[in-house]
């Protein structure tokens, strides 16, 4: 099994930028399709990006393309998520979530891992 720690959250304005971070334990990173996802209380759970396991292809929702990139360290065995030009929109829990294999969902049913979400909150 695979262990997901998500840091990296906080207090941006507006136009700001973040880097969350996913560090994995208990197995290689890079043999997992590991995937973003972000919730607001009363909300559903929102997929934002995934990186496939083995050659990491990358997949992103349209709301945060051209905003977000997902990048996998397969030394640091991390996954990380570079959120610029914030919005308030962007304003809730972020989660990493882990499925073995290479496969990428944007529904959260499909990844059996999570970490344990970190807050970004973004001012205007």
């Known amino acids: 099994q695979v262990q997901l720690v998500e840091s990296g959250g906080g207090l941006v304005q507006a136009g700001g930028s973040l880097r969350l971070t996913c560090a994995a334990s208990?197995?290689?990173?890079?043999?997992?399709?590991v995937a973003w996802f972000r919730q607001v209380p009363g909300k559903q759970r929102e997929f934002i990006a995934a990186v496939r396991g083995g050659a990491g292809s990358t997949l992103y929702a349209e709301s945060v393309k051209g905003r977000f990139t997902i990048s996998r360290d397969n030394a640091e065995n991390t996954v990380a998520l570079q959120m610029d030009s914030l919005i308030s929109d962007d304003t809730a829990v972020y989660y990493c979530a882990a499925r073995s294999g290479s496969m990428a969902y944007s529904v959260g049913d499909w990844y059996p891992y999570w970490g344990q979400g970190t807050q970004v909150t973004v001012s205007s």
């Open positions: 208990g197995r290689a990173v890079s043999i997992y399709t």
